[in-house]
């Protein structure tokens, strides 16, 4: 009665634990992201399968959950895997855990290779305090409004993106943190053309502009607010006005700017309507 949740290659196959195959060779059930993926690393692994194996995906999740939960409580042991990585860390995974919880079920975890961690330890970035935000939204103006959330984000940011859509938000980012602000672009990490592009924020998107493949992972420096002694009403209100320009309301802004700055909420909306 085990929820055991594995993580498998997010390239080499070589990075598979010892204790991954041994988990997999002794499940009674495998929860699969994709199944076809998923026999190529047995195979690749050499693991002989006593379990069965069933699809887990973002299309059957709210199926699947309560058909596991039912086999967990009956004493079953089973294994979750995504396609790369850590489950439940922007792959399916979620649901069954809390729904495992909630039903007293014990859930534990093989870990290994994580893209969140393998980026953030070779962007050369900051890493004593750091955040994952997953992937930014589709739309130009949720994601426009996510970023100025963010824009005063002290700690180093982790994102996953698609490639055709890296050079949009890495452009997104530049516009709303700033050209200068530093960060890399970490592409195939693990794999035979790995490339990790470290630069500030403006370089990377003109680099990425003529289109990127593969896999693709942004990291961020956080934001270095100004010493509140450096600035005057004129300055807050600038502040202000990009967040605002970036689609936040003037409320939010005006929020966003005292909690960068250090300085009064009752300030910062003072200077921004002078």
Not at 135 to 164: I, N
């Amino acid at each position: 009665m085990t929820l055991v949740l594995a993580a498998t290659p997010i390239g080499r196959v070589q990075d598979a634990s010892l204790r991954l195959a041994t988990e997999l060779a002794a499940a009674d059930i495998i929860a699969a992201e994709d199944t076809r993926r998923f026999r190529r690393l047995v195979a690749d692994l050499g693991v002989e399968l006593s379990g069965r194996v069933l699809s887990y995906f973002e299309g059957n999740e709210s199926q699947r959950t309560p058909q596991l939960i039912e086999a967990l409580t009956g004493g079953k042991r089973v294994v979750l895997v995504t396609d790369a990585g850590m489950p439940s860390v922007s792959d399916p995974g979620y649901r069954l855990v809390a729904a495992a919880v909630a039903a007293g079920v014990a859930v534990t975890a093989v870990p290994g290779p994580s893209a969140v961690l393998t980026a953030l330890t070779v962007s050369g970035l900051p890493v004593d305090r750091f955040c994952f935000e997953g992937f930014l939204p589709r739309k130009a103006g949720e994601r426009s409004r996510r970023l100025a959330d963010l824009a005063a984000e002290q700690r180093t940011m982790v994102f996953f993106e698609a490639p055709h859509r890296t050079h949009r938000t890495l452009a997104a980012m530049a516009e709303t943190f700033g050209p200068d602000r530093s960060a890399a672009v970490c592409r195939e990490l693990t794999k035979t053309h790995e490339e990790v592009r470290r630069g500030p924020l403006g370089d990377l998107a003109s680099w990425a502009a003529a289109g990127i493949r593969g896999e693709v992972t942004v990291v961020v420096g956080g934001d270095t607010p100004p010493a509140p002694a450096d600035l005057d009403a004129a300055d807050l209100r600038a502040l202000v006005t990009c967040g605002v320009d970036a689609g936040l309301s003037t409320k939010d802004a005006v929020a966003a700017v005292a909690r960068r700055t250090g300085i009064a909420r009752k300030i910062v909306y003072a200077a921004a309507h002078r």
